[in-house]
């Protein structure tokens, strides 16, 4: 089944101890990207990649790292959590340059 | 960036034709019109994008204008489950970032 993956689905943490949201897609897709939802504020990009080894800053980039090594894994860095990154974060990839997105189920991160 | 203006919210019953406008005033040349539909706690749903004209699909009808200034999504017939957050991105992810806006809440009632 074609499909975009997240782990973990929900993960509570306290401030300052890093972690790693792994993303992954089965099809083959070239783009991926990282957003966080907030209530009142919708959906804001983070960073994306057009391809292995090329990413770029979305709208929220402060305090997130993110790797492509390979074309299906975009893993979510937060190397020292605050409170304020609490959110549910969805990953999402793209078959082509055309903004026709396919996201994962979300994580939902709280940071204590 | 092109930014995006949709309605808040918008009500309709069960049966009925509901059509969702979306203004992009500048949007560029390369960019793509998408929809999609975002229930609670799960991912956006892709449910259809266009670039001009109109385009259809099992689910719904796209119309844009030729200025392309903005986009209509239309939902024939819709159901109690189609209760949800409608989303109108306009971009392209082969060159640049991409903003969603505040989205349209539809709520559908028997």
């Known amino acids: 089944e074609a499909q975009v993956t997240q782990n973990p689905r929900y993960l509570i943490t306290v401030t300052g101890k890093k972690l790693t949201v792994t993303c992954s897609q089965n099809?083959?897709?070239?783009?991926m990207s990282w957003y966080r939802q907030d209530p009142g504020l919708g959906l804001r990009q983070i960073y994306y990649s057009m391809n292995v080894e090329v990413t770029d800053k979305g709208d929220v980039p402060e305090g997130y790292k993110v790797s492509r090594k390979e074309k299906r894994n975009f893993p979510l860095i937060l190397e020292s959590p605050s409170p304020n990154q609490t959110s549910l974060y969805f990953c999402?990839?793209?078959?082509?340059?055309?903004?026709?997105?396919?996201f994962g189920p979300g994580t939902r991160l709280t940071v204590t | 960036l092109a930014k995006t203006t949709q309605p808040i919210s918008m009500d309709s019953y069960e049966g009925q034709e509901v059509n969702i406008t979306c203004s992009h005033n500048n949007i560029a040349t390369n960019d793509y019109i998408t929809w999609y539909q975002q229930f609670p706690s799960q991912g956006p749903r892709f449910i259809i994008q266009?670039?001009?004209t109109k385009v259809t699909n099992e689910v719904a009808s796209l119309f844009i204008p030729a200025d392309r200034k903005s986009s209509t999504l239309s939902l024939p017939r819709v159901s109690l489950s189609d209760t949800a957050v409608y989303y109108c991105l306009v971009g392209d992810t082969g060159r640049r970032a991409l903003t969603f806006g505040s989205g349209t809440r539809l709520q559908v009632q028997p």
């Open positions: 999402a990839s793209s078959p082509r340059g055309t903004g026709e997105q396919y």
């Open positions: 099809m083959n897709h070239e783009y």
């Open positions: 266009g670039y001009k």
